[in-house]
């Protein structure tokens, strides 16, 4: 091992693709059905007003990324501009949320290889799934960057292919004897709002989780080639990716088939592919998912590790984890989060289910906390600047201050609107919990780097 820097590896078409494949999970391909089930065919509302608060989050964590590319991306700029606690809570935050994340996606692949292959054993996939990703994370940045490229393709490829095979039904009766669907569907089933606005409201807490693991372009910079020209390229297109990829994949779906069926005879993606007379329609989207379940872990492996080695590189965790390859690759870092997931893909076999969803509610909530701590950052940031030194900023937030504030106030709302389920109201009082656990060891361990507050104060 040495004190190499990260290697700047990842071409434009890698960010664009990770962009794309980060807002595109596993609960797409199987059908938003509780999400739907909740709101109706508004859900597609949620899911466009969700996509402008990550917008406006996106465009605060670039308008940072492009000014000061480096590794650890929002924790460090958390740490700049708002001081060593913060990003310290940041970093540790992240990391034990893609912990838990992964745990869930390697668990995904497990249970749908089980589909093609019943007699074997769920943990051998599991540990499959573990091992090649983690192999794939410590032999370069570039070959990350190449299999986080293909998935993403995958996933957008069938996603496109749905939407014109649908598309084909509803206008042109593909499929379906010549006859076009239409789109009634989206209101003749109790209305395009059939539960008001409340419903609309109630379904965004789920909605905005979807979105977890956009922000994951910001911890490319530090290895980016081009920074300043890619980050900027990735970042603009979130929204029009939503749009594209869940609005409209959602919109045929809704189209074709009554909401309030969706999800009761199985995967939406399954059955338009059949009736288009693709027999094999199953298997394909099981692929796909495990696809999809892959490139969350493979992405998530990375972010951890780069979290890990930039609050190691601020005397925050142990300065081992600084160290990188001859390759820049962060080894112990990535060795460590491997080996933190084999623990954790034992305890997903050993303890009760409800316990694991409490574990994951910390994760739920560390999405939340995330984004906020961006904007704040963003916010303290741009206060710090000179109206001439703002004015010569490459890539800048849209409406400054005001989109800022407006995505802070939506943030409380899904804050405010998880303490009405059962299932994310937990996450109400473990996240806090565990935030406060982080500062007691904070101080503790004296993690508090000398001088670094005045720094701070001061580049702020």
Not at 80 to 94: H, R, V
Not at 334 to 354: D, R, W
Request: hydrophobic share 55%; charged share 10%; aromatic share 12%.
């Amino acid at each position: 091992m040495s004190s190499h820097d990260l290697q700047r590896d990842l071409n434009e078409r890698h960010i664009r693709l990770m962009a794309l494949g980060a807002c595109i999970g596993v609960g797409l391909f199987l059908g938003s059905a509780k999400a739907i089930q909740m709101a109706g065919p508004a859900i597609m509302l949620s899911y466009i007003i969700g996509g402008l608060a990550i917008l406006v989050i996106m465009r605060a964590l670039g308008e940072m990324a492009v000014h000061n590319p480096v590794a650890g991306s929002f924790a460090r700029y958390a740490q700049d501009y708002l001081g060593p606690l913060a990003g310290y809570l940041t970093g540790w935050n992240y990391w034990f949320l893609w912990l838990v994340t992964c745990v869930a996606e390697i668990t995904a692949v497990a249970i749908y290889m089980g589909i093609w292959f019943p007699d074997v054993p769920r943990w051998i996939w599991a540990l499959a799934a573990l091992a090649s990703m983690g192999t794939i994370n410590l032999i370069a940045v570039r070959a990350f960057g190449e299999f986080e490229f293909w998935f993403a393709l995958i996933k957008i490829v069938t996603i496109v292919a749905m939407i014109l095979a649908g598309a084909g039904m509803i206008f042109f009766g593909l499929g379906n004897g010549g006859i076009a669907t239409g789109i009634s569907n989206l209101w003749s089933n109790g209305g395009f709002m059939p539960h008001g606005i409340t419903g609309v409201l109630m379904s965004l807490q789920m909605v905005m989780f979807a979105y977890l693991g956009v922000e994951m372009i910001g911890l490319t910079a530090g290895e980016a080639k081009n920074p300043q020209k890619t980050i900027p390229g990735a970042i603009n297109s979130v929204f029009w990716r939503i749009l594209l990829f869940y609005v409209g994949a959602l919109f045929v779906i809704m189209s074709i088939y009554p909401w309030n069926e969706i999800g009761t005879q199985g995967s939406p993606f399954v059955m338009t592919f059949e009736r288009m007379g693709i027999k094999t329609a199953a298997g394909i989207i099981n692929f796909v998912v495990i696809t999809a379940a892959l490139s969350s872990c493979n992405g998530g492996i990375f972010s951890t590790g780069r979290m890990l080695y930039s609050l190691a590189q601020h005397g925050q965790a142990p300065a081992v984890f600084a160290k990188t390859s001859s390759g820049g690759v962060p080894r112990n870092a990535l060795l460590l989060s491997i080996f933190a997931l084999l623990l954790g893909v034992l305890l997903n076999y050993l303890v009760p289910e409800k316990v694991f969803t409490w574990v994951t509610s910390i994760a739920t909530f560390g999405a939340i906390w995330t984004w906020a701590m961006i904007l704040l950052a963003q916010l303290k940031f741009r206060r710090g600047l000179s109206a001439a030194e703002a004015g010569k900023l490459q890539f800048r937030m849209w409406l400054y201050p005001l989109s800022s504030y407006l995505a802070m106030a939506f943030l409380v709302l899904v804050v405010v609107l998880m303490a009405f389920f059962e299932d994310t109201r937990i996450a109400l009082y473990i996240g806090p919990a565990f935030l406060v656990l982080l500062t007691v060891l904070y101080y503790v361990l004296n993690l508090a780097p000398k001088g670094e507050q005045g720094a701070a104060a001061s580049r702020a």
